[in-house]
């Protein structure tokens, strides 16, 4: 992620599982948190980011925070 509109398309995709209350972006260090009844629901967060250009994995230890580290469209912002 490499600007606020990459923030947002991660956000939408987040949102679209069911039981998401919340979700925060840290676009620094390319970290979501996920908050609400989700724990069952981390691969279809993970395949909803994937189908919206943003690879994603679980970080160790912690069922509900996902890194997203580039931009839809490779290494340079999709929407610049």
Do not use: F, W
């Amino acid at each position: 992620m490499t600007c606020g509109a990459c923030v947002k398309h991660v956000e939408k995709a987040i949102n679209s599982i069911v039981g998401v209350e919340k979700v925060e972006v840290d676009l620094t260090s390319g970290e979501v948190r996920v908050e609400g009844n989700v724990s069952q629901h981390v691969k279809e967060m993970i395949a909803a980011l994937e189908e919206s250009g943003y690879p994603a994995q679980v970080s160790t230890g912690v069922s509900s925070k996902a890194k997203s580290r580039s931009c839809k469209s490779g290494s340079s912002c999709c929407c610049n």
